[in-house]
């Protein structure tokens, strides 16, 4: 073999570990089945304090509209931050991409009474008291 077929072999065994380095692509089947639109999704690996938004912009209507995102990144575990156009926020925490393809959104508990009537307790006490 000549020296210049060996250096040829050489720089491209050592080029190919240079080629497998980059982010590997994961795709995520979202299908929003809440009563809300979804405004951000957002991937961050575990415990990370930045993420990336998914939905770039774009809107998930409720009621089964779904979509399919792309996350590169070499970690498969991540914790996606979800917000919807009322406010509300769900977190799905460790979940796999690379173990997992889709994840269905589904509709989020009722706030509890106590909350939900927290805020006209103190009108309607402040009425009744007002009648006397």
Wanted: glycine residues 8%; contains cysteine; hydrophobic residues 45%.
């Amino acid at each position: 073999m000549s020296r210049l077929s060996v250096f040829a072999l050489l720089a491209t065994v050592v080029a190919l570990p240079a080629a497998y380095a980059r982010e590997r692509t994961h795709y995520l089947y979202l299908v929003n089945r809440a009563h809300d639109a979804i405004v951000s999704v957002t991937a961050s690996p575990v415990d990370a304090q930045e993420g990336r938004e998914l939905l770039a912009g774009a809107r998930l209507a409720g009621g089964g509209e779904a979509v399919t995102v792309q996350l590169d990144s070499d970690a498969c575990v991540h914790d996606l931050h979800i917000a919807f156009a009322n406010g509300r926020r769900a977190l799905y925490p460790a979940f796999d991409l690379c173990r997992q393809r889709g994840l269905r959104v589904m509709p989020l508990p009722a706030r509890s009474r106590e909350a939900a009537l927290a805020g006209g307790a103190a009108r309607v006490q402040g009425e009744t008291a007002g009648s006397d």
